[in-house]
C-alpha cells in the first residue's frame, strides 16, 4: 500500500489543529478511505494509554476514535510531559525516556527524528492517508534548527502542508501573512494552501481577507471554517482548553492545578445535564456549596499539593469536608488525600517527604517502575462495571485500603474514609462507563442521563459534517502526496 500524506500546522498554537484532524479522519472515513493520524512531537500532561501500555497525547486518541482505530504509539512517537517550567518527561514511541531540561532537549534530540520518521512510515504502509498535525507554529524561526514537529518534520518526510489560522483570536491576516513572510524559501514552499478557522458571523463579510491573503501568499483557500458550537463536547487536549460548564443543579467543584494531568475524568461528568463542573483557577475559593470537590491528577503530585496550599484551597477542602461534603482524589489527587507523601528518589520532582491532606488514612511513597496500562474494574459494592486506565509512579498503603471500593486485575483497589464521604483511587477514566457514572451521581443525590461515548460519536459525525459543508477536502487530498521514503 502507498500512502498519501497532508500535514495540518497552525499560526500558532491552540488554532484548532487537533480538531479539524479529528473531523477530517472522520470525513475521510466515512469516505472510503483508512486513515491514520500521526502528531511527531506533542506537548501535554493530557496522555492517553495504549493497549500495548504506552503513553500518547490524548489529542491523537480522539483522532485515532474518529478514524475507528485503537490507539497506537506510532500516532505519536514524541511525547513531552511538563513536570516543571523548564523541565519535562521525554516519552519515545510510548515509553519513558527521561527527563529533560528544556534547553538540553533543544541543543540534543539525537534520535528522535529517527523515532518519528520509523512510527511515521510504519503507518504510511498500512492507510490511505496519514493526517499529519504540526505543533506550536511553523513561524517560531527560533525553533527551526532541528525541529521534528513542523517544517524538520515534513522537510524530512516530504509532506505538504496546509496551514491554519484561528480569527477568533484577531488578526489572521497578519497570522497568516506573516508565516509566509519569515519562512525560509524552502518551507515556503511546502505550504499548499491555507484555510481560516472559528469565525463567527457571515462567512461573506471575510471574502476580501480570504482573498488578500490568497494573493499576498500565492496560497490557494481551503476555506473558512465558521465556530463549531459543539466542541465542548469533545475531549479537551491541553490545560487552556479546559473551561467550567455550567449544566444543572449538581455541582463538582475541580481546583485547577498547576500541572494538572489526565483531566479527561471530566468530560463525562460535563456531559451530564444535570451535573455543572466549575473549574476554580489560581486566585479564587473553591465555592461553598459544591456537591463534589474533585482532585484530579497531577504531573507533580508534591508540587501540585504546595501549589494547592498556596492557594488556600486546602482550608477549603477541609471546611467542605466538616459540613459534610464529598471529596474524590483521582492518581496524583488521591495522594494529595493521604497523610504523607514520601518522593526518596525525587522521581515525581525534588526529593523530600511532605504531609498530605489527611482525609485519608493512607501513605505514598514515589518509585519503582511506572505503571501505564488499559484496566477493568468491578465496583465492590454495587458490581458494576467500570473501565479506565492507570498512569502513575508510586505505592499507597494504609488503613483505609482496606474499604477499596474497586476490584481490579483481582486486586481492591482505592480508599474509603471511615465516613465514607471521601475516596481515592489511581483509577483514570472511571466516569466515561455510564452506569458507574449514574450510580455515583446518584449517591449525591442527583440522576445521570448521558450515554457519553455515543456522544462524543456523534460529535465527531457533526464536526465532520461541519467541515465538508466549509472546507474544500477534494482539494485537501488532491494535495496529498506519498511521503518521499515510499517514492524510492
Do not use: W
Given at each position: 500500500m502507498t500512502a498519501k500524506a497532508i500535514m495540518i500546522q497552525g499560526t500558532g498554537s491552540n488554532v484548532g489543529k487537533s480538531m479539524i484532524v479529528a473531523g477530517l479522519a472522520r470525513a475521510l472515513v466515512r469516505r472510503g478511505l483508512s486513515v491514520a493520524p500521526f502528531k511527531p512531537q506533542n506537548m501535554s500532561n493530557n496522555a492517553a494509554v495504549t493497549a500495548d501500555g504506552g503513553e500518547i497525547g490524548r489529542a491523537q486518541a480522539l483522532q485515532a476514535r474518529a478514524a475507528g482505530l485503537?490507539?497506537?504509539?506510532?500516532?505519536?512517537?514524541?511525547?513531552?510531559?511538563?513536570?516543571?517550567?523548564?523541565g519535562a518527561q521525554v516519552i519515545v514511541q510510548g515509553k519513558r525516556r527521561g527527563t529533560r531540561a528544556a534547553g538540553s532537549f533543544m541543543r540534543d534530540k539525537t534520535g528522535l527524528l529517527d523515532a518519528v520518521l520509523d512510527s511515521f512510515h510504519r503507518l504510511a504502509t498500512q492507510y490511505d492517508i496519514i493526517l499529519v498535525e504540526g505543533a506550536g507554529s511553523p513561524a517560531e524561526t527560533n525553533l527551526r534548527r532541528g525541529d521534528i514537529a513542523n517544517m524538520g518534520?515534513?522537510?524530512?518526510?516530504d509532506v505538504p502542508v496546509i496551514l491554519i489560522g484561528d480569527i477568533h483570536r484577531g488578526g489572521v491576516i497578519a497570522q497568516i501573512v506573516g508565516t509566509h513572510t519569515v519562512l525560509d524559501d524552502a518551507d515556503r514552499a511546502r505550504i499548499r494552501g491555507f484555510a481560516v478557522n472559528r469565525f463567527r458571523g457571515d462567512l461573506a463579510l471575510f471574502d476580501t481577507g480570504r482573498d488578500d491573503i490568497a494573493a499576498r501568499t500565492g496560497w490557494p483557500s481551503l476555506g473558512v471554517i465558521p465556530w463549531f458550537w459543539e466542541a465542548w463536547k469533545l475531549p479537551a487536549e491541553d490545560m487552556m482548553d479546559i473551561a467550567s460548564h455550567s449544566g444543572g443543579s449538581c455541582k463538582?467543584?475541580?481546583?485547577q492545578l498547576e500541572r494538572m494531568a489526565n483531566f479527561d475524568d471530566l468530560d463525562p461528568l460535563a456531559a451530564e445535564p444535570e451535573v455543572s463542573v466549575e473549574i476554580v483557577p489560581a486566585g479564587q475559593a473553591l465555592p461553598g456549596d459544591a456537591d463534589l470537590i474533585l482532585i484530579p491528577g497531577s504531573k507533580s503530585t508534591i508540587g501540585d499539593l504546595a501549589y494547592l496550599r498556596a492557594q488556600g484551597w486546602d482550608i477549603d477542602i477541609l471546611a467542605h469536608h466538616r459540613r459534610g461534603g464529598h471529596i474524590l482524589g483521582l492518581c496524583g489527587g488521591y495522594q494529595m488525600l493521604g497523610k504523607t507523601i514520601d518522593d526518596p528518589n525525587g522521581v515525581d520532582g525534588r526529593p523530600g517527604k511532605v504531609e498530605g491532606l489527611g482525609l485519608l488514612d493512607v501513605h505514598t511513597v514515589m518509585g519503582g517502575d511506572k505503571r501505564v496500562t488499559l484496566s477493568s474494574a468491578?465496583?465492590?459494592?454495587?458490581?458494576?462495571?467500570?473501565?479506565g486506565y492507570e498512569i502513575h509512579m508510586g505505592r499507597t498503603t494504609g488503613p483505609d485500603c482496606a474499604r477499596a471500593w474497586l476490584t481490579l486485575d483481582g486486586r481492591?483497589?482505592?480508599?474509603?474514609?471511615?465516613?465514607?464521604?471521601?475516596?481515592?483511587?489511581?483509577?483514570?477514566?472511571?466516569?466515561?462507563?455510564?452506569?458507574?457514572?449514574?450510580?455515583?451521581?446518584?449517591?449525591?443525590?442527583?440522576?445521570a442521563s448521558a450515554q457519553y461515548d455515543a456522544g462524543v460519536d456523534d460529535t465527531l459525525d457533526a464536526l465532520a459534517d461541519h467541515l465538508e459543508r466549509y472546507l474544500d477536502i477534494d482539494l485537501l487530498l488532491?494535495?496529498?502526496k506519498p511521503p518521499a521514503q515510499l517514492n524510492r
Open positions: 485503537a490507539p497506537h504509539t506510532d500516532m505519536n512517537p514524541v511525547l513531552l510531559k511538563p513536570e516543571t517550567d523548564t518534520f515534513a522537510e524530512a518526510a463538582i467543584v475541580v481546583p468491578r465496583t465492590l459494592q454495587d458490581d458494576l462495571p467500570v473501565t481492591d483497589e482505592g480508599a474509603v474514609s471511615t465516613d465514607g464521604r471521601v475516596r481515592g483511587s489511581y483509577l483514570h477514566g472511571i466516569f466515561t462507563s455510564d452506569r458507574f457514572r449514574a450510580g455515583f451521581l446518584a449517591e449525591l443525590g442527583h440522576e488532491q494535495l496529498a
